[in-house]
């Protein structure tokens, strides 16, 4: 019985980790296999009292993934940044950034009819419907709102705050509505201690293997033979949450049919440890895709009166173009060479596996958790599912793939 599970889960990430708490939760026998260590990008480090996760990252309040923790009983434990801190940079110099009424009256961002445009369409954004833009690039649903130049670079900075994505040619608009409409109604929290809070609640009651590189999935005789430098494990059901779809394409024993995909989305990411708190601490960029963030405080992540803040660039190019545009980005936004305890520099991190592409359909087009072409494998990731994007999207393909096999299992009978 040692080799025999329910469901199997090829992957230790969010996604991997939202369907194995759900299968255990519901009684099946559950084994995780992570090739590396768990967590994913959701993983945290420490480094002389500070916290970092891997790059910038925020919860979406009124998102898929909040609704999936709750559901798993995980109460994530954070706070929401500081609006009225935020400013937006155009041309190098700072400006307050339009978050609410108040500020879009007061910034200098925009001329009088911008803001008055502006205005009109955040207020009939959470009528709209994104299953209207289902095809549509957010280019071309921006090119028909007709902004005014200076009302759509806000537009654009506001959609790279949330999407992460700065390619507004391919990204879906149906995408890029329902994240704006889910960031202006329920905003963020930044995790106390980090986004391990998360995978600790997620992995506490699950068998997860380290160091467990699975090499083939082979069905045989109703189970699962689940290959790994170790020997071979069987389930009923597998679920293969594994990264990218380049990644999870290959442990597939048939072709899926998915199509092309587009390539993932990426960031380049300087994790910084600061003696002081800097001011202003927040900035995005209007006129290029940058962004720093104070994360901790307000997160409890670093000393009594230090900081982490976290500095990238949406779309990352080279090391060379980058780092020093990062670290420019982290003056400007109150972090002077002399208040730095360290920085991290990650070249280019995977924000998430594609995006969900206009001409593929956008968020209707990605693949879901049962297409992967063979019984008894599902699949789970940021790129799967009709349900949210980034972390929400993971969460939300983990917990309906895991779902899929506890019903599968239950028609079948549990193992031992």
Known sequence: MDNEFDVIVVGAGLAGLA???TTSRGGARTLVLEAHRPGGRARTTEREEFTLNLGAHALFCGGSGARVLADLGVVPAGTAPPLRRYMGSLDGALHRLPTDAGSLLRTSLLGIRSKVQLASFLARLPRMDPADLAGTSTRSWLDDLDLRTDGEAIALALLRLGTYCPDVDHFGADAALSQLQIAASGGVHY??????QLTDALSATIEVRPSAAVRALEPAAGRIE???DDGTVVARQVVVAVGPPAVARP???EPPGW???GDPVTAACLDVGARRVPSPGYVLGIDVPLYATTQGPPARQAPAGHAVVGVLRYGARSAELDRPELEAYRRLCGVADEDVVFERFLASMTVAG????AEAGGMRGRPAVGDTGTPGI????????????LADAA???GHAAGTRALDAVARTGRTG
Request: hydrophobic share 50%; net charge negative.
């Open 19 to 21: 369907a194995a708490a």
């Open 191 to 196: 995790l106390h201690g980090g986004w391990s």
């Open 226 to 228: 689940v290959r790994t």
């Open 251 to 253: 442990l597939l024993p």
């Open 259 to 261: 199509g092309e995909l």
């Open 354 to 357: 594609t995006m969900p592409r």
């Open 378 to 389: 599902l699949l789970a990731g940021d790129w799967v599912g009709p349900d949210g994007l």
């Open 395 to 397: 969460l939300a393909s």
